[in-house]
């Protein structure tokens, strides 16, 4: 039986994980999938789930953002729930059958869920390793993305939220360390420069805090763990991820103070 929920996705080159993803939310009776632009097969795997039955409504739209886009794909919407889910991600089989009761209730304007990592060496985290809680269950227009948000966009909502009380999304991109870096280098531009377009100062001690605070939320409090070596390097990147952030913030602010130009005569050397 389809749930009164449209699940929206937002896409670019996925043709390794959206076929997963897609497959996991048969029980939607909608699935929006916003495309900015994928020139691999992405396109091509969606048509055929489409023709397969899948209620796949499949859009095309110039990249706005993370938050931008989110909340251009989440109007899209039409049932009376939405569901905000990535290209790598799957409902697992326990939120899945949690479903049904999470939308029959009647005073909850929104849902938290965890989320379990795949660790490369590892596998999934286990149930005792889940993520923090992000709200990704809402009724329609009850909530907003912010179009300002270049990354870690976040929905904003009116009405009483809740933790979903079990299952979660499973989160599958195994990546080399190489590209996890990369990966932690540019969200980390974005953040520092959304830090700087909203006005707030770098505070360099942050550079030495927050790293370790990182680390240790997402290895002690998180449960990494009990994943061996595969969950202290994810908490070690998390920790590099935090330190190059404010290490940018303190980096924009300096060089305005302090332009990179060479001395014609410098002294004392």
């Not at 360390?177 to 505070?203: D, I, P, T, V």
């Not at 913030?249 to 004392?268: F, I, K, N, S, T």
Request: charged residues 25%; proline residues 7%; contains cysteine.
């Amino acid at each position: 039986m389809k749930l009164p929920l449209s699940a929206f996705i937002i896409c670019q080159d996925e043709e390794r994980f959206i076929e997963r993803c897609i497959r996991s939310l048969e029980m939607c009776s909608e699935i929006v999938v916003v495309d900015s632009g994928s020139t691999d097969r992405t396109l091509e795997i969606l048509a055929a789930l489409k023709d397969e039955g899948f209620p796949l409504v499949i859009l095309s739209e110039k990249w706005r953002g993370y938050g931008g886009q989110k909340q251009f794909a989440m109007e899209q919407c039409t049932e009376p729930w939405c569901l905000s889910i990535d290209s790598d991600e799957r409902v697992s089989p326990l939120l899945a059958a949690e479903l049904p009761r999470l939308l029959a209730e009647p005073d909850v304007a929104g849902w938290r869920v965890t989320r379990y990592p795949y660790l490369d060496g590892f596998g999934y985290a286990p149930p005792q390793a889940k993520e923090r809680y992000n709200l990704r269950i809402l009724r329609n227009g009850a909530g907003a993305f912010d179009p300002a948000d270049k990354v870690h966009e976040g929905l904003r909502l009116t009405g009483r939220v809740r933790n979903s009380p079990q299952g979660g999304l499973l989160h599958f991109r195994p990546i080399t360390l190489h590209e996890q870096f990369l990966k932690e280098n540019k969200y980390s531009s974005l953040k520092a420069e959304m830090r700087a377009e909203q006005g707030r100062r770098a505070q360099p001690w942050k550079m030495v805090v927050n790293p370790w605070l990182y680390f240790l939320r997402l290895y002690f409090h998180n449960g990494l763990w009990r994943c061996g070596w595969a969950g202290f390097i994810r908490a070690a990147t998390g920790g590099v991820y935090a330190f190059l952030t404010e290490a940018k913030r303190w980096e924009r602010e300096a060089l305005d103070r302090v332009p990179p130009v060479e001395p014609d005569d410098p002294q004392g050397y």
